[in-house]
Nanobody, 123 residues
Framework: VQLQASGGGLVQAGGSLRLSCAAS????????MGWFRQAPGKEREFVAT?????????YADSVKGRFSISRDNAKRNTVYLQMNSLKPEDTAVYYC????????????????WGQGTQVTVSS
Protein backbone atom coordinates (compact mmCIF):
# COMPACT_ATOMS: atom_id res chain seq x y z
CA VAL A 1 0.00 0.00 0.00
CA GLN A 2 1.20 3.54 -0.77
CA LEU A 3 0.35 6.41 1.55
CA GLN A 4 0.13 10.12 0.79
CA ALA A 5 -0.22 12.52 3.72
CA SER A 6 -1.45 16.08 3.39
CA GLY A 7 -3.05 18.91 5.33
CA GLY A 8 -0.13 20.25 7.31
CA GLY A 9 0.62 23.94 7.64
CA LEU A 10 1.25 26.87 9.94
CA VAL A 11 -1.33 27.60 12.62
CA GLN A 12 -1.46 29.69 15.77
CA ALA A 13 -1.64 28.07 19.19
CA GLY A 14 -5.21 27.09 19.98
CA GLY A 15 -6.05 26.54 16.34
CA SER A 16 -6.99 23.40 14.44
CA LEU A 17 -5.80 21.39 11.47
CA ARG A 18 -7.01 18.21 9.83
CA LEU A 19 -4.47 15.89 8.32
CA SER A 20 -5.40 13.37 5.67
CA CYS A 21 -3.64 10.24 4.51
CA ALA A 22 -4.83 8.69 1.27
CA ALA A 23 -3.99 5.05 0.63
CA SER A 24 -3.75 3.30 -2.68
CA UNK A 25 -5.01 -0.21 -3.28
CA UNK A 26 -8.18 -2.10 -2.52
CA UNK A 27 -7.00 -3.65 0.72
CA UNK A 28 -6.98 -0.45 2.78
CA UNK A 29 -9.62 -1.76 5.15
CA UNK A 30 -7.34 -4.62 6.19
CA UNK A 31 -4.75 -2.32 7.69
CA UNK A 32 -4.39 -0.83 11.10
CA MET A 33 -3.61 2.84 10.59
CA GLY A 34 -1.52 5.10 12.74
CA TRP A 35 -0.16 8.62 12.98
CA PHE A 36 3.29 9.43 14.30
CA ARG A 37 5.27 12.63 14.53
CA GLN A 38 8.89 13.65 14.66
CA ALA A 39 10.19 16.96 15.94
CA PRO A 40 13.70 18.19 15.08
CA GLY A 41 16.32 16.35 17.07
CA LYS A 42 13.81 13.91 18.53
CA GLU A 43 12.76 10.36 17.81
CA ARG A 44 9.59 9.57 15.94
CA GLU A 45 6.76 9.18 18.44
CA PHE A 46 3.32 7.64 18.43
CA VAL A 47 0.30 9.93 18.18
CA ALA A 48 -2.79 7.85 17.41
CA THR A 49 -3.93 4.54 15.99
CA UNK A 50 -7.14 3.23 14.50
CA UNK A 51 -8.21 -0.37 13.96
CA UNK A 52 -9.19 -1.69 10.55
CA UNK A 53 -12.87 -1.05 11.23
CA UNK A 54 -12.32 2.27 12.92
CA UNK A 55 -14.09 1.05 16.04
CA UNK A 56 -10.98 0.95 18.21
CA UNK A 57 -8.69 3.92 18.70
CA UNK A 58 -5.82 4.81 20.98
CA TYR A 59 -3.91 8.00 21.60
CA ALA A 60 -0.71 9.24 23.14
CA ASP A 61 -1.35 10.88 26.50
CA SER A 62 -0.05 14.19 25.16
CA VAL A 63 -2.86 14.45 22.59
CA LYS A 64 -5.81 12.79 24.33
CA GLY A 65 -8.87 15.01 24.30
CA ARG A 66 -7.41 17.23 21.57
CA PHE A 67 -6.76 14.92 18.60
CA SER A 68 -9.14 12.49 16.93
CA ILE A 69 -8.34 9.77 14.40
CA SER A 70 -10.93 8.45 11.96
CA ARG A 71 -11.02 6.61 8.66
CA ASP A 72 -13.14 6.24 5.54
CA ASN A 73 -12.93 2.67 4.26
CA ALA A 74 -15.94 2.89 1.98
CA LYS A 75 -15.15 5.66 -0.45
CA ARG A 76 -11.90 7.48 0.02
CA ASN A 77 -9.46 4.95 1.51
CA THR A 78 -8.33 7.73 3.78
CA VAL A 79 -7.42 8.13 7.42
CA TYR A 80 -7.76 11.50 9.11
CA LEU A 81 -6.25 13.18 12.13
CA GLN A 82 -8.30 16.07 13.47
CA MET A 83 -6.08 18.23 15.66
CA ASN A 84 -7.68 20.82 17.93
CA SER A 85 -6.31 23.13 20.61
CA LEU A 86 -2.89 22.92 19.04
CA LYS A 87 0.17 23.80 21.09
CA PRO A 88 3.67 24.84 20.04
CA GLU A 89 4.95 21.48 21.29
CA ASP A 90 2.79 19.78 18.62
CA THR A 91 5.15 21.18 15.99
CA ALA A 92 6.61 18.27 14.03
CA VAL A 93 6.52 16.36 10.79
CA TYR A 94 3.50 14.07 10.94
CA TYR A 95 3.60 10.65 9.31
CA CYS A 96 0.82 8.21 8.60
CA UNK A 97 1.52 4.50 8.67
CA UNK A 98 -0.22 1.23 7.89
CA UNK A 99 0.23 -2.02 9.73
CA UNK A 100 -0.71 -5.57 8.84
CA UNK A 101 -0.89 -6.86 12.40
CA UNK A 102 -2.54 -5.62 15.58
CA UNK A 103 -2.75 -2.04 16.78
CA UNK A 104 0.51 -0.86 18.24
CA UNK A 105 2.27 2.25 19.43
CA UNK A 106 5.71 1.42 18.20
CA UNK A 107 7.36 2.39 14.95
CA UNK A 108 8.13 -1.27 14.30
CA UNK A 109 4.43 -2.18 14.51
CA UNK A 110 3.84 -0.56 11.11
CA UNK A 111 4.91 -1.77 7.69
CA UNK A 112 4.21 1.14 5.34
CA TRP A 113 4.85 4.86 5.77
CA GLY A 114 3.79 8.05 4.05
CA GLN A 115 6.17 10.88 3.25
CA GLY A 116 5.19 13.18 6.13
CA THR A 117 3.53 16.57 6.34
CA GLN A 118 4.86 19.52 8.35
CA VAL A 119 2.77 21.00 11.14
CA THR A 120 4.02 24.21 12.73
CA VAL A 121 2.23 25.80 15.67
CA SER A 122 3.23 29.34 16.55
CA SER A 123 2.87 30.77 20.05
Amino acid sequence: VQLQASGGGLVQAGGSLRLSCAASGRTFRRYVMGWFRQAPGKEREFVATNSWSGASTDYADSVKGRFSISRDNAKRNTVYLQMNSLKPEDTAVYYCAAGETGQGMGVNDYDYWGQGTQVTVSS
